[in-house]
């Protein structure tokens, strides 16, 4: 089935600091990647995309390359900030049976912390 | 943005009490709604989809009968918890796709979710 695993936290860094979130995947055909973010007390907001192998997607500073050849789609960003503090989620959306309605489907969530 | 409102965000009620949350859409219409729950280090799981008018489809595993799912209006879809346990204490969470958007998910649109405690 399709499932999606990325590192555990929580992830503490220092301001400025070099960020990677690893996150994996496994999924039938060609599914889309997603991450989305949730800051303290708010919804999920997709923080971005990508919609097949080596697409990149990016936003406010982060980025991810979906890599089929290794089957991951690892966020990153080169300088953090306190302000980047949540709840990192990983995601796929795969078809599923007979066509039906594309469904999310989740990883568990990395928390990242970042201390000025 | 498009905005999810959902209410109560926490709430504490007895063991076999019921208790619903409602997911609303405040600015757009969604004939499709999504509802999640997540334990503590645990991923987002899909319980149901909602859908608008008819009966909501279930994820394997997930008691129609005690997660029961209404979606009346196109901008509303509440979750009752019937008989709560202990064991159902989580964290639901609802998103809405608005009506006519694509499949991909970056139509979807997520509520703040709502902490459930049965004591």
């Known amino acids: 089935g399709n499932s999606v695993t990325q590192m555990e936290g929580p992830v503490t860094l220092s301001e400025e600091a070099f960020l990677t979130i690893n996150c994996t995947y496994t999924a039938t055909g060609y599914p889309s990647l997603f991450w989305y973010v949730q800051y303290p007390g708010e919804g999920l907001q997709l923080l971005l995309k990508?919609?097949?192998?080596?697409d990149k997607g990016s936003n406010k500073g982060f980025e991810a390359t979906y890599r089929k050849e290794t089957t991951s789609f690892h966020l990153e960003k080169g300088s953090v900030q306190v302000s980047d503090s949540a709840v990192y989620f990983c995601a796929l959306s795969a078809r599923g049976q007979g066509g039906a309605t594309n469904k999310l489907i989740f990883g568990t969530g990395t928390l990242l912390a970042v201390q000025p | 943005g498009a905005v999810v409102s959902q209410h109560p965000s926490r709430v504490i009620c007895k063991s076999g009490t019921s208790v619903k949350i409602e997911c609303r859409s405040l600015?757009?219409?969604?004939?499709?709604m999504f509802w999640y729950r997540q334990f503590p280090k645990q991923s987002l799981m899909l319980m149901a989809t909602s859908n608008e008018g008819s009966k909501a489809t279930y994820e394997q595993g997930v008691e129609k009968d005690k997660f029961l799912i209404n979606h009346a209006s196109l901008t509303l879809s509440t979750l009752t918890v019937t008989s709560a346990h202990p064991e159902d204490s989580s964290f639901y969470i609802c998103?809405?796709?608005?009506?006519?958007?694509?499949?991909?998910?970056?139509?979807?649109?997520f509520g703040e979710g709502s902490w459930l405690t049965v004591v």
């Open positions: 998103s809405a796709r608005p009506t006519g958007a694509g499949q991909s998910g970056n139509t979807i649109y």
């Open positions: 600015d757009f219409q969604a004939t499709t």
């Open positions: 990508a919609t097949k192998a080596d």
